[in-house]
């Protein structure tokens, strides 16, 4: 019986020893399992989430004519403007990853974005055609693209400032010197904008101004119709600022820009109306 002993104690030990193997391996499978990759993999996903995309914009000033010397300041300067606003809209993608549906980069971001660049070329052939021959078609280098964009919830790309891009800063159309506000129709719950009236702020228009002045005072009510549209299709989107950057910040911006070409197709015969830009911000009323 005293021989006995030690077999039974040493077949206990290697059943206990046996067991715990098996646990420290189950243990150990349970954690590759829960990790699903290695730590080189997850390196690399957190460098997708953190650098999901870029903007990259159509380069303007390669495609200018030579500049007078009395514009060149005033060109100098959107063409920074330009750049600044790709700056802005990169920090935008990066501080807005997860919000809004799947549409809303193209919405909030670069939506915007094209319409700021719309109004600082618009400005630049401006100031060229003051003295020289005004180039034409620098609105086609308005559309900008996101590049490279990883996974991001909520639709939301992220990016860094893309140096030397242009950006300029939108404001194409405007909201026409709506009489009584054409097109402000009756959203429910999404609310109504409301924008200033431009016509009856206009001084008489010359004549050879006028159809230019309709066709844009007739702008301006469509991008508000177009507005109040965004607003119904778009309810629930988005965080509280939503409605405001994504729907009445372009909105401001492309009514600046009308009321701009307004005044100037005004002023090439008659004293150029001052301060009608005072009438792009529109109002949400619920």
């Known amino acids: 019986m005293s021989r006995a002993l030690p077999k039974y104690n040493k077949r206990r030990v290697t059943f206990i020893g046996g067991a715990a193997a ?12 829960l990790a699903g990759e290695s730590p ?16 990259t914009c159509p380069d303007v000033r390669s495609k200018l004519p030579a500049v007078p010397a009395s514009a060149k300041a005033e060109v100098d300067r959107n063409l920074a403007l330009l750049n600044t606003q790709i700056q802005e809209a990169n920090k935008r993608l990066v501080d807005t990853v997860g919000q809004g549906g799947p549409n809303f980069v193209q919405n909030a971001i670069l939506g915007p974005l094209k319409d700021k660049r719309v109004a600082t070329v618009n400005r630049i052939a401006t100031a060229i055609g003051r003295t020289a021959a005004k180039p034409q078609g620098l609105d086609s280098l308005a559309t900008c693209t996101l590049n490279g964009a990883g996974t991001n919830a909520g639709g939301g790309a992220a990016g860094k400032p893309q140096a030397g891009g242009n950006k300029g800063n939108a404001g194409n159309a405007g909201n026409a010197g709506n009489a009584g506000n ?12 409301t924008c200033p009236d431009v016509r009856s702020k206009l001084p008489a228009v ?4 006028k159809a230019e002045v309709d066709r844009n005072l007739d702008l301006l009510n469509t ?8 607003l119904v299709n778009t309810v629930g989107q988005g965080g509280p600022n939503f409605v405001q950057n994504a729907i009445l910040g372009p909105l401001k911006d492309k009514r600046v820009a009308t009321v701009n070409r307004i005044a100037t197709a005004i002023g090439r015969t008659a004293a ?15």
């Open 22 to 33: 098996v646990a420290l391996s189950g243990t150990v499978i349970a954690g590759f399992a």
């Open 40 to 55: 080189d993999s997850g390196a690399k996903n957190a460098r997708t989430l953190a650098g999901p995309g870029t903007i």
């Open 272 to 286: 150029k109306p001052q301060g009608l830009d005072s009438l792009a911000a529109c109002t949400l009323n619920k």
């Open 206 to 209: 010359p004549a050879s101004a």
């Open 223 to 230: 991008q508000i119709r177009e507005a109040n549209t965004r």
């Open 182 to 193: 054409a097109g402000n129709a009756g959203n429910g719950a999404a609310g109504t904008i």
